[in-house]
């Protein structure tokens, strides 16, 4: 845990950097349904971030990806896509990968303690998940589709460090 350097406990959070390859589509998907289960949850000490291993930095969420989380009252529109690198490492608590090749870039940038593959994460100590399906470039059914999928993975992800972040 970070704090936020005036030694108040309050201002103590947890951050969480989910990273895929554009951060256009599956990275701020779940970012965004992080946000909104992390409201639902009332964790105002958790905060959320994305970014891309090869993203081209200020390009908007793609078109399908917005519609698709538009959809179940979620918003994307104010997103624009970031790099990763080694200050957003510096900044996460942990850091979520959508597939087993964003973890070597993490590990690049120094994350190599701190991350971990999102579908593993969600599984727990003794499971192994599945990489999050890459959408770009499909029909909005394949949007939803990963969306459906990483909804049930953050909120996964979130009931697992429950233990450790429930207010």
Same mark, same amino acid.
Request: with cysteine.
């Given at each position: 845990?970070?704090?936020?350097?005036?030694?108040?406990?309050?201002?103590?959070?947890?951050?969480?950097?989910?990273?895929?390859?554009?951060?256009?589509?599956?990275?701020?998907?779940?970012?965004?349904?992080?946000?909104?289960?992390?409201?639902?949850?009332?964790?105002?000490?958790?905060?959320?971030?994305?970014?891309?291993?090869? +993203? %081209?930095? !200020? @390009?908007? *969420?793609?078109?399908?990806?917005? #519609?698709?989380?538009?959809? =179940?009252?979620?918003?994307?529109?104010?997103?624009?896509?970031?790099?990763?690198?080694?200050?957003?490492?510096?900044?996460?608590?942990?850091?979520?990968?959508?597939?087993?090749?964003?973890?070597?870039?993490?590990?690049?940038?120094?994350?190599?303690?701190?991350? +971990? %593959?999102? !579908? @593993?994460? *969600?599984?727990?100590?003794?499971? #192994?998940?599945?990489?999050? =399906?890459?959408?770009?470039?499909?029909?909005?059914?394949?949007?939803?589709?990963?969306?459906?999928?990483?909804?049930?993975?953050?909120?996964?992800?979130?009931?697992?460090?429950?233990?450790?972040?429930?207010?």
């Amino acid at each position: 845990m970070q704090s936020d350097g005036r030694g108040d406990p309050a201002g103590t959070t947890f951050n969480i950097l989910f990273v895929c390859t554009g951060n256009t589509c599956r990275s701020p998907m779940a970012e965004a349904i992080a946000r909104d289960e992390l409201e639902r949850r009332g964790w105002k000490h958790v905060q959320v971030a994305s970014a891309g291993t090869a +993203a %081209l930095p !200020g @390009d908007s *969420a793609s078109e399908h990806a917005v #519609a698709v989380l538009h959809s =179940r009252g979620v918003s994307l529109a104010a997103h624009r896509s970031r790099a990763l690198g080694p200050d957003l490492v510096d900044w996460a608590d942990l850091i979520l990968t959508m597939g087993p090749g964003h973890l070597d870039a993490v590990a690049r940038a120094g994350g190599e303690e701190k991350m +971990a %593959l999102l !579908g @593993d994460f *969600a599984a727990g100590a003794d499971g #192994a998940g599945s990489a999050v =399906r890459d959408p770009f470039g499909g029909p909005e059914s394949v949007y939803e589709e990963t969306s459906r999928q990483l909804a049930e993975l953050v909120q996964r992800a979130l009931d697992r460090l429950a233990p450790i972040l429930h207010p």
